[in-house]
């Protein structure tokens, strides 16, 4: 089974200073990648997928951007990081099969 | 497009209480349906899954039951415990948009002692 990992855990940055959360995956060769966000008490957002090195999908228009630099490697970036920014960020994965197997979580706090 | 609703929290138990948590969905195509389950301060995940219509998902004392009819997928447990106390996530799959995953709004369930 797949086992995905995320870091840092927890993050507090001010406004305007940039972002890189980092998400890697174990037991899987050629995985979909997500990354989700998820607001204070809110349901989840998907922000970006990725069905390969170099190929990234938006589903929401912000000031945050996805790369994949490697098979089993996703980054989520911003230049400058909002407010809004603040939530919590959530890496997913899935084998090619239809269950999606969700990382840790990473918290950030943006002031 | 694709949607999932559920109930809106809180849910506020005794601990022993039944437990139903609505679920409904509209899709294009044949979904597989899924409750994940997010406990504080963690990632979510995957309690139960379903396939087909009429396909019952079951693990840890939860049961659903994928209902084509009324596209329906209620999580349910008999006999909840505190340690059950969590955020819990309907979601869907459509085979028609690859695996991408549509979630309801999550649902808070909280038990008390």
């Known amino acids: 089974s797949q086992t995905i990992h995320q870091w840092p855990a927890t993050l507090v940055q001010p406004v305007g200073s940039p972002l890189s959360l980092e998400c890697t995956v174990e037991g899987t060769s050629n995985p979909n990648l997500y990354w989700y966000r998820q607001a204070a008490g809110r349901g989840l957002q998907l922000l970006f997928y990725?069905?390969?090195?170099?190929?990234i999908s938006s589903e929401v228009p912000q000031n945050l951007s996805a790369s994949r630099p490697q098979d089993r490697q996703f980054i989520l970036s911003s230049k400058k990081l909002l407010l809004s920014d603040s939530g919590f960020y959530l890496c997913?994965?899935?084998?090619?099969?239809?269950?999606?197997?969700f990382g840790p979580g990473t918290r950030l706090l943006v002031l | 497009g694709d949607s999932v609703t559920q109930m809106e929290g809180p849910v506020t138990l005794s601990e022993e209480a039944f437990l139903t948590i609505n679920c409904t969905y509209t899709a294009t195509g044949y979904p597989s349906l899924f409750w994940y389950v997010q406990y504080p301060g963690e990632g979510l995940q995957l309690l139960l899954k379903a396939t087909k219509a009429d396909d019952k998902g079951s693990n840890k004392g939860f049961e659903a039951t994928y209902r084509k009819e009324t596209t329906s997928f209620h999580l349910e447990k008999g006999s909840v415990q505190v340690s059950d106390s969590a955020v819990y996530f309907c979601a869907l799959s459509d085979h028609n948009a690859g695996n991408m995953l549509t979630f309801g709004g999550g649902t808070r369930l909280m038990v008390k002692p």
């Open positions: 990725s069905v390969g090195i170099g190929q």
């Open positions: 997913a994965g899935d084998a090619g099969f239809e269950t999606q197997y």
